[in-house]
């Protein structure tokens, strides 16, 4: 019995530390206590700003809206006679909650084969360079929180025939997205480890 209860305390231990990189933050109202409790987000941060040009808080902003800062978040499955799961809403998965055939897109296109959308620094990567060809195809400037989350919601082609106007609650997203975004920069300002 002892044996037992040993077994079993090891494993309620081990289970207990699980989530690892993917678990949020605690605090994502706070960019100061996200980049403190994860360096390495900061680090992919700046490395996809210095590559693509994204502002750290425009990309912040954004994966707080797409994921919650979840590397391993997916869409809620749908359900036929609301019993039967008959799969998910997309293939939108990671941090970014990036299509399978966009992620493709971006692999392909940057020669980033190995990049995993559950990985900070891909995940960053890839929305600077979706965000670098909203700026490029539709005049998006990189700063510009709102209409850039429009454009990665909608697509390029969506964004660009204006397919959001008719989605009230999309604009009152990208309308949090903005404002969360400047929250984010205000805060980064006072930031230490941001300097």
């Not at 699980?18 to 605090?27: F, I, L, Q, S, T």
């Not at 941090?95 to 966009?102: E, I, N, P």
């Not at 390029?156 to 929250?183: C, D, F, I, N, P």
Request: charged content about 25%; aromatic content about 12%; proline content about 4%.
């Amino acid at each position: 019995m002892s044996r037992f209860l040993s077994a079993l305390v090891l494993l309620m231990a081990v289970a207990s530390c699980g989530g690892g990189h993917k678990a949020p933050p605690r605090n994502l109202d706070n960019a100061c206590s996200i980049i403190q409790q994860r360096p390495e987000y900061l680090k992919a941060f700046r490395a996809t700003q210095r590559r693509w040009g994204v502002p750290v808080h425009v990309q912040m902003a954004t994966i707080y809206h797409e994921s919650r800062f979840r590397g391993d978040a997916r869409t809620p499955h749908q359900f036929l006679l609301g019993v039967i799961p008959v799969g998910r809403q997309s293939s939108a998965y990671g941090y970014s909650q990036a299509l399978d055939g966009t992620w493709d897109d971006y692999r392909r296109d940057t020669g980033r084969r190995r990049a995993k959308r559950d990985r900070i620094s891909d995940a960053t990567d890839f929305m600077g360079w979706y965000m670098r060809k909203s700026y490029e195809k539709n005049g998006i400037p990189l700063y510009d929180a709102r209409n850039q989350y429009l454009a990665y919601h909608e697509g390029h082609y969506g964004y660009a025939r204006g397919s959001y106007r008719s989605k009230s609650w999309l604009m009152r997203v990208a309308g949090q997205v903005e404002s969360r975004a400047q929250t984010y920069q205000a805060q980064l300002a006072t930031c230490r480890k941001f300097r």
